[in-house]
């Protein structure tokens, strides 16, 4: 790959001649988010009580948020140039920063873990920076991020020098104010500068799969420390049947829905995908638990519930973003089945059944789901390419 020099960002915007797809930096990038998060369950699938979850899900936040901040920036204003690079990689640094320290990070590892994404938004910053000098039509946009996500950035380069709980205090008003600000200017800035419809879906479906990846490894993990059995055989068929299920079902609807209906500036689409990629994660290091234990006499109810919380967080997230994505009458026959799901996996969390029993269950919900899909996006193909849903 040759190094173009330093090249002035430009505002790109859906309908270039040129079909964007993501880059091999880009692909790097995610990569190394994923390795974070896979700490984050690791550590998960091995501590599963509710305040271990309300720890996973409160560093998950911020790992996210530093993957999200960069991959928005970058369908806007990707250039290429040595300069996008360097600041790039340094953001790459700041997330393997925050995978260092995750494991302890409510604890000692707090500033540290706090340090490497104070890293990664500042060298955001500095790409808006880059922005606002060479593009002029989107400065008020530019100037919205940099107020909105300098005090974000500020909170917590304030919180590494202060201890618990003020520290965490600093994070969540950071964090408050890094989610707020895009909100802020969406009707009125950013509605100027919608996101690539090809590439920006593609984006995040990119992060979905390697995340949707650490539950085929959770089986693999699981079934390498389990008690080779029948039942730890078929417990992991039907765990690996269930990753293949969501697979099947998201990336169903990642490339047959047409993004440039609804997608705009992608606020909506961007924050509903955050109790997907967590749940996601939960997913796997529940699979991980239960296979580890599927074969024990007093199965972890704890990972079961996990399980199966984790997955009606998915399925309603997920017909969520559909939601946003499918207007019209489409979309009122996935109701029955995405409801009459989740009420059924909520009542196999309270009933204490083995975790087969439940994998088994819940593997049938999701292919009737997918067939529910299929026909859906079948009958979306068959409509007009102009035509909006």
């Known amino acids: 790959m040759l190094i173009q020099k330093s090249k002035p960002p430009s505002l790109r915007l859906p309908g270039e001649k040129e079909h964007r797809s993501a880059t091999w930096l880009e692909l790097f990038y995610d990569l190394v988010f994923v390795v974070a998060v896979a700490e984050l369950s690791h550590r998960l699938a091995h501590h599963i009580s509710l305040t271990d979850v309300m720890k996973f899900v409160a560093l998950f936040i911020p790992i996210w948020w530093a993957w999200v901040g960069h991959t928005v920036y970058a369908t806007r204003f990707d250039t290429d140039d040595i300069v996008h690079r360097l600041l790039t990689l340094m953001i790459m640094f700041g997330g393997a920063i925050m995978a260092v320290y995750v494991s302890s990070g409510l604890e000692n590892g707090a500033s540290g873990f706090a340090a490497g994404y104070v890293l990664a938004r500042v060298c955001l910053l500095i790409f808006y920076i880059r922005a606002r000098l060479h593009v002029p039509e989107a400065r008020q946009m530019t100037t919205l991020y940099l107020t909105g996500f300098g005090l974000g950035a500020l909170c917590w380069t304030i919180s590494i020098l202060l201890p618990p709980p003020v520290k965490f205090i600093l994070w969540a008003t950071g964090l408050g104010i890094d989610f707020i600000t895009p909100w802020i200017g969406r009707k009125r800035f950013l ?66 829905v047409k993004h440039e209906c609804h997608l705009g500036s992608g606020q909506p689409f961007i924050y509903a995908h955050l109790p997907i ?52 009458k489409m979309l009122k026959s996935l109701w029955a089945p995405y409801a009459t799901g989740i009420i059924l996996i909520v009542l196999l969390s309270i009933w204490r059944l083995y975790p087969i029993i439940i994998l088994g269950v819940v593997d049938m919900i999701f292919l009737i789901i997918l067939l529910a899909e299929l026909r859906v996006f079948k009958t979306i193909s068959k409509v007009d390419n102009d035509s909006c849903l």
């Open 191 to 256: 509605h100027k500068a919608p996101l690539d419809t090809s590439h920006f879906p593609e984006r995040f479906g990119l992060f979905t799969i390697i995340v949707l990846g650490e539950s085929v490894l959770a089986v693999v993990s699981g079934l390498s420390k389990a008690d080779w059995n029948l039942l730890s055989l078929f417990s992991g068929i039907l765990a690996f049947i269930l990753a293949v299920s969501i697979w099947w079902i998201y990336f169903t609807f990642i490339q047959e």
């Open 277 to 328: 990629v967590v749940s996601l994660a939960a997913i796997g290091a529940s699979i991980s638990s239960i296979l580890q234990d599927s074969s024990s006499a007093v199965p972890s109810y704890e990972a079961v519930q996990l399980f199966c919380g984790a997955v009606v967080v998915w399925l309603f997230s997920f017909f969520i973003v559909q939601h946003l994505s499918i207007k019209g």
